[in-house]
């Protein structure tokens, strides 16, 4: 498989949950993944949040997507980077506007925390692989 198709999955499944780790304890929230690509998978949230300092802390992440019905999963692992290129944060805040709502207007607001998970490994999973996850076959990126 390509990193391609799981991007295709990401896109079509964007409600997803991220896990980082504060100290030793793991923090999932829900979040509305921005868009993936072969580059990776990128997100969108704002510098007052736990979830910036938990990642400037340590960039590791996971990111379970799934399916409607359950039926199929992903998981992604491994680090993000912050995304600083302006032309990118603009198109951010053109193709999500609701960040509008929270004062963000222009691409080097400090508010506004674009990042990407650009490399790791991923998987697909469904309910037929309960018992066998260390044989599912995983891409790296």
């Known amino acids: 498989m390509s990193l391609k198709e799981y991007a295709d ?3 079509e499944n964007r409600s997803c949950y991220l896990a980082t780790v504060e100290g030793d304890q793991p923090r999932v929230r829900c979040l509305g993944m921005w868009y993936a690509d072969e580059t990776g998978f990128y997100f969108q949230a704002q510098s007052v949040k736990a979830l910036y300092r938990q990642l400037q802390q340590n960039p590791k992440v996971e990111v379970y997507f799934h399916t409607k019905d359950f039926s199929r999963a992903m998981r992604v692992s491994g680090k993000v980077r912050f995304i600083e290129d302006l032309e990118v944060r603009a198109r951010c805040i053109e193709e999500r506007p609701f960040v509008k709502d929270f004062g ?5 607001n ?7 998970l650009y490399t790791g490994e991923a998987y697909f999973w469904g309910m037929g692989d309960s018992m ?3 044989l599912i076959p995983r891409i790296k990126f």
């Not at 963000?104 to 080097?108: L, S, V």
């Open 9 to 11: 999955f990401a896109n």
């Open 132 to 134: 066998k996850e260390h």
């Open 104 to 108: 963000i207007t222009e691409p080097d």
């Open 110 to 116: 400090p508010l506004l925390v674009v990042f990407q």
